[in-house]
């Protein structure tokens, strides 16, 4: 398993988001933790604009420790996924705590994004079959399974 030391995003010197990235077969997961926003956004930006490495299909953002998240957040989860796609990789996300759910929901980036409610649900799920984006969401968009804070 390849593991990348946790590193400090943003330029504030308080830390208030910690990455880290590993790799579990063929997924190389980034572990997100604190608040995504304007300050500390360039962190992830970084990690996950980071060579996917040989062999990997899948970037896995987990997003289990992330207290918040703002737009600018939002709009780098969004084109991390393009940039995934351009480079023949899915980018997903795993675990979203309820606040952070509620923003894909209400700006409809749940249609856009896949979705898992956990890392381990994430890794037994296959490749998406049509439907929607987040195939593990049920209709309404809200994430099923244990993905609340």
């Known amino acids: 398993m390849e593991r990348a030391g946790a590193h400090r995003g943003g330029d504030d010197g308080l830390g208030r988001l910690l990455i880290s990235a590993h790799r579990i077969g063929d997924v190389r997961v980034v572990a997100v933790a604190g608040e995504l926003d304007h300050d500390t ?38 084109r991390a996924r393009l940039d995934a796609e351009a480079a023949g990789l899915r980018l997903e996300l795993a675990g979203p705590r309820s606040a952070v759910a509620r923003l894909f929901e209400v ?14 649900a994430a890794l037994v799920a296959g490749p998406p079959t049509g439907g929607t984006a987040s195939g593990d969401a049920d209709p309404g968009g ?3 399974g244990d993905a609340a804070e």
């Not at 930006?45 to 918040?68: C, H, K, N, Q």
């Open 41 to 78: 956004a360039d962190g992830l930006r970084s990690a996950l604009a980071a060579p996917a490495g040989g062999g990997t299909g899948r970037i896995l953002v987990d997003l289990s420790e992330l207290r918040f998240c703002d737009s600018t957040g939002l709009n780098l989860l969004l």
């Open 107 to 120: 700006t409809g980036a749940d249609t856009v994004l896949r979705i898992h409610p956990s890392v381990e």
């Open 142 to 144: 809200a994430v099923s």
